[in-house]
């Protein structure tokens, strides 16, 4: 089992930077691809950013390409999403998610997801 536990939402203005966190406890958190999705209110749960176990190998959705950086520290059972140039439309709750495939992942099924953060970007 694995228990992921999100944290770095708040309100930013448009044009403004913040980071993501995710923490995770429970089995290896090394072997695990991990990725970052959000759901805004009447939306579908969808993929922003997965990193392969290693953290060698990076996924973007075209939306956020160039503005989200996922980066994983095994050392700190930690991923983070560095999301710079925030829009409105980034206005969702992001989630962690973990997963033993990368391409699992990315599909959507991951094995475990977190609680979910809040992120609102006024214009």
């Known amino acids: 089992q694995v228990q992921l536990v999100e944290s770095g939402g708040g309100l930013v203005q448009a044009g403004g930077s913040l980071r993501l966190s995710c923490v995770a406890s429970?089995?290896?958190?090394?072997?695990?691809?991990m990725g970052w999705f959000r759901q805004a209110p009447g939306k579908e749960r969808d993929v922003v950013a997965v990193?392969?176990?290693?953290?060698?190998?990076?996924y973007y959705v075209d939306s956020v390409k160039g503005r989200f950086t996922i980066a994983k520290n095994n050392a700190r059972n930690t991923v983070y999403l560095q999301m710079n140039s925030l829009k409105p439309e980034d206005t969702a709750t992001y989630y962690c998610a973990a997963g033993q495939e990368s391409r699992t992942v990315a599909a959507g099924s991951p094995r475990y997801w977190g609680q979910g953060t809040q992120v609102t970007v006024s214009s």
């Open positions: 990193i392969t176990w290693t953290g060698t190998g990076t």
């Open positions: 429970g089995r290896t958190f090394s072997n695990y691809a």
